[in-house]
């Protein structure tokens, strides 16, 4: 069964600094992989989506990287603001039920003033 | 365009109580999906349907049942809720050009 672990599970920074998610996954046959933000009573939104083949994607301030191989993917934040604060979910789509998402627990998010 | 929309927002069950969650999306969007989420855990699988008149069961499908009514609605259904059912409920659809999935607002439930 696929796991996906993320850390760490908060984290909290000054306004302006660069940072850095981690997603880790057990098994390498995946679809995709999809970072997700979630506000505080809300639903998910969508950031970003890497194919299996696809190494990184980039929107704005946001950079994800995938390394199938090695089970990991990264989403890099640049020049954070407090307005990014959120929990970010990280997702793995595979196994056989198409489009099924495995997820991760989250990285809670707090960027201060 | 609404995307995915969810009712209710919130409710609270006794134990026992059957309760119908509705979810519609209007992407024209083949598949759809029912998640649960507890605090200190991923989101889990509860149904999906892959394309109108399907329905499968996901990772956690027990104690729930689910319709595909049209192409548009994907309802999940309580027929006797028990506390452990107490979570948050989310409804997906899916992009099959994109793959990416689009998340409703989420229905608070609480099973006392």
């Known amino acids: ?113 | 365009n609404a995307g995915v929309t969810q009712t209710p927002k919130f409710q609270v069950l006794k134990t026992g109580q059957s309760m119908t969650l509705q979810c519609a999306q209007d992407m024209n969007h083949n598949s759809m999906y029912w998640y649960r989420q507890d605090p200190g855990m991923g989101l889990r699988l509860i149904y999906y349907s892959a394309s109108e008149g399907t329905t499968d069961k996901g990772e956690v499908p027990n104690g729930y049942n689910v319709s595909r009514l049209n192409k548009r609605e994907f309802s999940l259904r309580l027929e006797s809720a028990a506390p452990s059912q107490t979570s948050v409920y989310f409804c997906a659809s899916r992009d099959t050009g994109t793959d990416t999935q689009y998340f409703g607002p989420g229905t608070r439930l609480t099973v006392l």
């Open chain 1, 1 to 113: 069964k696929q796991e996906v672990t993320q850390i760490p599970a908060a984290l909290s920074v000054p306004e302006g600094e660069n940072l850095v998610l981690n997603c880790s996954f057990t098994d390498s046959a995946i679809y995709n992989l999809q970072w997700f933000r979630q506000d505080p009573g809300k639903g998910l939104t969508s950031l970003l989506l890497i194919q299996s083949s696809q190494r990184e994607q980039t929107s704005g301030r946001l950079n994800a990287s995938l390394d199938k191989s090695s089970g990991r993917s990264t989403l890099y934040i640049a020049a954070s603001q407090p307005g990014d604060s959120a929990t970010y979910l990280c997702a793995v789509s595979g196994g056989s039920t198409l489009g099924r998402l495995y997820f991760g627990r989250g990285t809670q998010l707090t960027v201060w003033p």
